[in-house]
């Protein structure tokens, strides 16, 4: 943690990381101290701080260079310009820079500064070299500042530098898991020049202006397998029903509420390589929305009538004209899983369905994790429970693998 007024937002993103399961090591520099208290962060993290590059007793305990490596990534928030200077020029003159120059771990970057300060071509300069040995950005981004100066420089948000460690953490799995699913499938991904759009997400639709009828999709899933896109070389547009994510940073998101919207967008970013829907789709809609708040006057509750949503999935996936190459559909089932997952592949038009299964009991909405099995024409192939990430950073070695051997 580098010393700067976003230091606040980095107690917010320990909190995060926590609550996901993560133990988290705290190294502030002394400039961080002048904002945010070692104890704030030690309560936060639930583990001691670490200052002092001369302790003896952090020296014996676990030694600087222990420190920097015994983590699976390192994390700096905020990286001041001071702070990107001293790693650009391998400097270690306290303990959160000798920590950096020490670790054989990878490193992922949020910087916040001045504006003025962000765009100085010494900045500049340090980040280039940064960005060359192979060090993660996450931000900084546009806005305010608490300079009272507006432009790129601002921290990004806990959330987003969340998504952004568990985008690394992925990827680094992946290159160490020694399983026959990672096999040339992670490691050949490549979806270079092509253009990828996702659907994720829940759907919400309105019954009046304060109601609407909705699901408990989280969208989690959706948004992993956009980032593993964008990472893998595509060009990404994710259409994301209401969400509680922060948008993936490399990656075009269009906001949307109903299933019609959904529908309008996916149109509009036609005409791409690979679809996969993964949004939970309402099937039904309100036939006639209250144009004003349906008020409790009668004695009677009132009566919803619905009517069929349009199904975005088969629409794209009987494209006479500009059908993407391959087209992804989920099936979220209770019984039955292969068989009924087969049904929909037949039905929907797709090239391949993810199943899982959502009998009582089970995490998949809402949760971090998710057991799937892969359903294609020719294969049933049940893959182990994975996290959210690594299921999109395989299926995404699937379907890159899939759409050069149909070329
Ligand atoms: N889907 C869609 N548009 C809809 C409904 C579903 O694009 N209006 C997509 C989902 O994104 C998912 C797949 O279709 O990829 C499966 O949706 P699901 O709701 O499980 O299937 P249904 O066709 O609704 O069948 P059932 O509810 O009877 O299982």
Not at 64 to 83: F, G, K, N, Q, Y
Not at 266 to 290: H, K
Request: net charge neutral.
């Amino acid at each position: 943690m580098g010393g700067g007024i976003s230091a606040y937002k980095t107690l917010d993103l320990i909190r995060r990381l926590r609550e996901r399961g993560a133990s988290v090591r705290v190294v502030m520099t002394n400039a961080a101290k002048q904002f945010i208290t070692p104890l704030s962060a030690a309560a936060l993290s639930g583990d001691k701080v670490y200052d002092d590059l001369f302790s003896l007793t952090d020296e014996t305990e676990m030694g600087h260079i222990e420190l920097s490596r015994a983590a699976d990534l390192v994390v700096v928030a905020p990286a001041t310009a001071d702070l990107l200077a001293r790693m650009a020029n391998g400097l270690a003159n306290d303990l959160a820079s000798t920590a950096l120059l020490a670790t054989d771990k990878k490193t992922l970057v949020a910087p916040a500064m001045n504006v003025r300060m962000w765009l100085h071509p010494a900045t500049q300069r340090n980040l280039a070299t940064l960005r060359a040995q192979g060090m993660l950005f996450c931000g900084p981004a546009d806005g305010e500042m608490a300079c009272g100066e507006y432009g790129p420089g601002r921290m990004s948000e806990p959330l987003e530098i969340v998504a952004a460690i568990e985008a690394a953490l992925t990827t680094s799995t992946l290159l160490d898991l020694p399983t026959d699913l990672s096999k040339g499938m992670a490691r050949s991904a490549s979806l270079s020049g092509r253009h990828v759009v996702v659907t994720a997400g829940p759907t919400h639709e309105p019954i009046d202006p304060v109601r609407y009828i909705a699901n408990r999709s989280s969208g989690r899933q959706g948004y992993a397998i956009a980032q593993a896109a964008h990472a893998a070389g595509a060009r990404v547009t994710l259409i994301s029903g209401p969400v509680a994510i922060a948008d993936p940073a490399g990656v075009k998101v269009v906001h949307v509420n109903t299933a019609e919207e959904m529908l309008g967008a996916v149109s509009a970013a036609l005409p791409a390589d690979i679809f996969v829907a993964a949004a939970a789709v309402a099937d039904w809609r309100v036939d006639a929305v209250g144009a004003t708040k349906i008020k409790k006057t009668s004695a009677d509750p009132p009566v919803l009538r619905l009517i069929e949503n349009p199904d975005i999935l088969s629409r794209v996936a009987h494209l006479a004209s500009g059908r993407p190459r391959l087209v992804v559909g989920f099936a979220a089932e209770t019984d039955d899983l292969e068989q009924n997952a087969r049904k929909k592949l037949v039905q929907k038009g797709c090239d391949l369905i993810v199943a899982n299964s959502v009998a009582m009991g089970s995490t998949t909405f809402g949760g971090a994790s998710n057991t799937v099995q892969i359903v294609t024409r020719e294969s049933n192939e049940p893959w182990p429970e994975m996290s959210k990430h690594e299921v999109a950073a395989q299926l995404v070695g699937r379907l890159s693998q899939m759409l050069d051997n149909t070329l």
